[in-house]
């Protein structure tokens, strides 16, 4: 699994990420071929830390893993559960694409791009949620009987991690807010509304999830409200 685009770029602007003098990045990078050896349909796979907040995200394929972090962020997702109740959880897309429940718009925006399965795993330092971990695979159950494998994998990422202080929610989210007055105020505006209908929030309250969706996500603020009217419409 290679960086997305996005990433590649919040490393070069925002980095680098140091582990004890070896780049976060290139260490998730070996992790996610270790990842790939016990569960091989694994596609994608995305590391969200909550402070400061940066997004790693690799994929192996031409799935857009990012923008799926983005879709939970704004309309509700495992990644978020897993992160609220602090428990790993598995998701098994093929079952709920049809079901109008929770997490309705994430499992046909997965299904939509060859995802059939993910598993959530929270990232905690001491009893501290910091993070979550999204892995994306191509086959249904992938990481039912691998998810302890996985877990105990992607666990030794953080250990002793110093992360660039430089890094703050304040530098990116100006830049994703700067973003919007440039070439994309109408189209949020549109998503917003959709998505207040959806959830039953403001049309603010909608702006808002979006900024904050596509800034967590790591991806631009066109991609994330188009994605949102695609899903809406």
Same mark, same amino acid.
């Given at each position: 699994?290679?960086?997305?685009?996005?990433?590649?770029?919040a490393?070069?602007?925002?980095?680098?990420?140091?582990l004890?003098?070896?780049?976060l990045?290139?260490?998730?990078?070996e992790?996610?071929?270790?990842?790939?050896h016990?569960?091989p349909?694994?596609?994608?796979?995305s590391?969200?830390?909550t402070?400061?907040?940066v997004?790693?995200?690799l994929?192996?394929?031409?799935?857009?893993v990012a923008i799926?972090?983005?879709?939970?962020y704004?309309?509700?997702?495992?990644?978020?559960?897993?992160?609220e109740?602090d428990?790993t959880?598995?998701?098994?897309?093929?079952?709920?694409?049809l079901?109008?429940?929770?997490?309705?718009?994430?499992?046909?925006a997965?299904?939509?791009?060859?995802v059939?399965?993910t598993?959530?795993l929270?990232m905690?330092?001491?009893? #501290?949620?910091?993070?979550?971990?999204? *892995?994306? @695979?191509?086959?249904? &159950?992938?990481? +039912?009987?691998?998810?302890? $494998?996985?877990?105990a994998?992607l666990?030794?990422w953080?250990?002793?991690?110093?992360?660039?202080?430089d890094?703050?929610?304040?530098?990116?989210e100006?830049?994703?807010?700067?973003?919007?007055?440039?070439?994309?105020?109408? #189209?949020?505006a549109?998503?917003?509304? *959709?998505? @207040?209908g959806?959830l &039953?929030?403001? +049309?603010?309250?909608g702006s $808002?999830?979006?900024?904050?969706?596509?800034?967590?996500?790591?991806?631009?603020?066109d991609?994330?409200?188009?994605?949102v009217?695609d899903?809406?419409?």
């Amino acid at each position: 699994m290679e960086p997305t685009p996005g990433t590649l770029r919040a490393d070069d602007a925002f980095g680098p990420f140091l582990l004890h003098g070896k780049d976060l990045l290139a260490r998730l990078q070996e992790l996610g071929r270790r990842v790939q050896h016990v569960v091989p349909a694994c596609m994608g796979l995305s590391v969200s830390l909550t402070d400061p907040v940066v997004t790693f995200t690799l994929a192996s394929t031409d799935v857009d893993v990012a923008i799926l972090d983005g879709v939970q962020y704004a309309a509700g997702g495992p990644c978020v559960h897993a992160v609220e109740v602090d428990e790993t959880i598995h998701f098994d897309v093929a079952d709920n694409v049809l079901d109008e429940g929770r997490w309705h718009h994430f499992a046909r925006a997965a299904a939509s791009r060859g995802v059939e399965s993910t598993l959530s795993l929270p990232m905690l330092d001491q009893a #501290r949620v910091v993070g979550v971990f999204n *892995l994306y @695979a191509s086959t249904p &159950d992938a990481f +039912v009987t691998s998810a302890p $494998e996985v877990s105990a994998i992607l666990g030794t990422w953080l250990e002793g991690a110093v992360l660039n202080a430089d890094l703050t929610w304040s530098t990116r989210e100006a830049a994703s807010r700067g973003e919007a007055t440039l070439g994309v105020a109408t #189209r949020l505006a549109v998503a917003a509304t *959709l998505l @207040a209908g959806d959830l &039953d929030i403001t +049309v603010a309250a909608g702006s $808002e999830r979006l900024l904050d969706a596509a800034l967590r996500a790591g991806v631009s603020l066109d991609e994330m409200v188009g994605c949102v009217i695609d899903l809406l419409t």
